[in-house]
C-alpha cells in the first residue's frame, strides 16, 4: 500500500493556500448547516454573478446540434447566434465530441489573433496562439518548459498567486522572490528586482524567467505602461523570458488607470530579443465561466523549433476541452453592433462591470474605515489584499528569529486570524502567508465577488470580528 513517502517529495512541497486548511474547515461547516460567505477564489458564478446570455446560448446549440433541425426551437434564440453556430458547425464539423488539432481549433486561433490586433493595433498570428485548458495549463506549459534543473529557477511576485509557487515546487525549480511596493500601490521596482536576481544567483540559483501579473492577483494593482517598460527593460539585461498573466485585463474599475499588455508594450519598444508567454482565459473578466476551463497563450520572440516543442508538449495531452476552447472564441469574437444578440451583451456585460466596480468601492472604503486594518484600494481584478495589525505577543521577540522562524510566526498568526474570522462569522478569506508578503506584515486576500448586499455585510462584520479579537489579545 502506498504511503506519503512513496510519492514524489515535490508534490508533498507544493502547496496551494487558495483551498488550503481554511477552505477545508469552511465546508465542513457548511455540512454542519452554518453560512459560509466564500471569498477564498475568484469563481465569479458560485457567488452568484450570472452567465452572459450570448456564451450559453451558443453552447447549447453547439452541444445538441439537432436543434438547428427544428425552426420553431431555434426562433427562440437571436438570429446571429444560430447563423455563428452554423459556420462553427462548417469550421468544425466534429462538434464538442472529437479532439481537435494540438494548438487548439485554427479558426479559433484565427480569432485570437484578430482580438490581440484590435486590442493592441499590433501584428498577431493564429500559429503562435495554443489553446489551452484555462490559463493555468499555459502557466504550467511554459514552467515546465523552461526549468531545465533543479537549480534553475523563476522570478514571482510577492505576494503572489499560489499557481506559481506550487508549480515551481512541482516540476523542481526554484521560486525567486520579488516584493511588490505596497506603499506605492503595489507597482514593481527595479530595485527590488535587482536585489532578488542578486540575491539568487548568490545562492548558485540560475534565473530564466520572470512572471509578472497584470492587473493584479491578490493586489488588485494595475501595472503602469512605465512600470511594465522597466520589466522589459530588466528581463532583456538579465536575459529573461517574460510570462505575462494578464487573464484580468477586463476587470479595470479605475478611471485613472486603464490596461497595457506586455505584447503591445514590447511592440513598442521593438524588443525582439525577449521571449513573451502571455496568458488569458474565459474564467475571469467579464464571462467567469471557471468551470468551462478555457483560455490561451500566446507565443513571442522564440524560434520556430522552441515554438514546436510547446506545441509538442501541448500534444501530450491532445487538445484542450472543446467546450472551453468555443468558450474562448466567444470572448474573442463577442456580439457585434448590429447583431440581434448585442443589446442584451452590452447590457449584461455593463451590469457585471459596474457591478464589481461598486463592491470594489464599497469594501475598500469599508476596510479603510476599520481600526487596524488598510487597503490599497483595487483598480482591477476581483481581489483585495488586506493589511492587519494585531497586537505583539509580549513572550516573543521577532527581532532576535531567523528568517525561516519569523517566517513561521507570521504565517501562524495570520492563519489563526483567519480561521478564526471563519469559526465566528462564515467568512472564508485566504491568510496573506499563502500568498507572500513582506516579513513584519500580515495580511488577507478577500475576493469582491459576492452580492453587494452580502459585500456590505462582510464589512460590517469584519469589523466587530476584528475589534473583539484585538480587545481579547490586548486584555489576555
Not at 82 to 100: F, M, Q, S
Not at 429 to 449: A, E, Y
Request: charged fraction near 20%.
Amino acid at each position: 500500500m502506498l504511503s506519503l513517502g512513496s510519492l514524489n517529495p515535490n508534490l508533498l512541497d507544493a502547496e496551494y493556500a487558495v483551498r488550503g486548511p481554511i477552505v477545508l474547515r469552511a465546508q465542513q461547516l457548511e455540512e454542519q448547516g452554518k453560512k459560509i460567505v466564500y471569498c477564498n477564489i475568484g469563481n465569479p458564478q458560485a457567488l452568484k454573478q450570472p452567465p452572459l446570455s450570448f456564451l450559453r446560448q451558443l453552447l447549447s446549440l453547439i452541444e445538441y446540434p439537432e436543434l438547428l433541425r427544428n425552426s420553431e426551437m431555434t426562433r427562440s434564440y437571436p438570429a446571429d447566434i444560430v447563423e455563428r453556430v452554423r459556420y462553427i458547425l462548417d469550421c468544425h464539423p466534429p462538434g464538442t465530441g472529437a479532439y481537435t488539432q494540438s494548438a487548439g481549433i485554427p479558426f479559433i486561433r484565427q480569432a485570437v489573433a484578430e482580438f490581440i490586433v484590435r486590442r493592441d493595433d499590433i501584428p498577431a498570428t493564429r500559429e503562435r496562439i495554443i489553446l489551452t485548458d484555462g490559463a493555468s495549463k499555459g502557466a504550467q506549459a511554459v514552467l515546465l518548459a523552461l526549468l531545465r534543473s533543479k537549480c534553475d529557477g523563476i522570478m514571482i511576485p510577492v505576494p503572489q498567486y499560489p499557481l506559481y509557487s506550487a508549480s515551481i515546487r512541482l516540476y523542481g525549480g526554484e521560486m525567486i522572490g520579488y516584493y511588490l511596493d505596497e506603499e506605492n500601490g503595489w507597482q514593481l521596482s527595479e530595485e527590488a528586482l535587482t536585489e532578488s536576481i542578486t540575491s539568487a544567483r548568490s545562492r548558485g540559483v540560475n534565473p530564466v524567467a520572470i512572471v509578472v501579473i497584470n492587473p493584479g492577483n491578490p493586489t488588485g494593482a494595475v501595472l503602469s505602461p512605465e512600470n511594465i517598460r522597466m520589466i522589459i527593460g530588466f528581463a532583456r539585461k538579465h536575459g529573461l523570458a517574460i510570462i505575462g498573466d494578464e487573464v484580468y485585463q477586463e476587470n479595470i474599475y479605475s478611471t485613472n488607470v486603464r490596461f497595457h499588455s506586455f505584447a503591445k508594450t514590447m511592440h513598442e519598444m521593438g524588443v525582439i530579443d525577449v521571449s513573451l508567454f502571455s496568458l488569458h482565459s474565459v474564467s475571469k473578466g467579464l464571462l467567469g465561466e471557471c468551470g468551462h476551463r478555457g483560455g490561451y497563450l500566446e507565443i513571442r520572440n522564440v524560434p520556430e523549433d522552441v515554438l514546436a516543442q510547446f506545441i509538442k508538449l501541448q500534444s501530450i495531452s491532445l487538445c484542450a476541452n472543446v467546450p472551453g476552447q468555443l468558450a474562448t472564441y466567444m470572448m474573442v469574437a463577442p456580439p457585434r453592433q448590429g447583431d440581434e444578440s448585442y443589446e442584451t451583451y452590452v447590457r449584461e456585460r455593463d451590469l457585471v462591470l459596474k457591478s464589481l466596480q461598486g463592491k470594489a468601492e464599497i469594501l475598500g472604503k469599508g476596510i479603510n474605515s476599520i481600526e487596524g486594518m488598510s487597503l490599497v484600494p483595487p483598480q482591477g481584478a476581483m481581489y483585495a489584499f488586506v493589511r492587519i495589525e494585531l497586537p505583539p505577543d509580549p513572550s516573543v521577540d521577532p527581532d532576535r528569529m531567523s528568517a525561516h522562524e519569523r517566517l513561521e510566526y507570521d504565517t501562524k498568526r495570520d492563519s489563526e486570524y483567519c480561521m478564526a474570522l471563519l469559526e465566528e462569522t462564515g467568512i472564508c478569506v485566504v491568510p496573506g502567508s499563502g500568498f507572500g508578503q513582506q516579513p513584519g506584515t500580515l495580511h488577507f486576500r478577500t475576493t469582491f465577488l459576492p452580492p453587494q448586499d452580502e459585500i456590505e455585510g462582510l464589512v460590517a462584520s469584519l469589523k466587530t470580528f476584528h475589534e473583539r479579537y484585538i480587545r481579547e489579545r490586548q486584555e489576555a
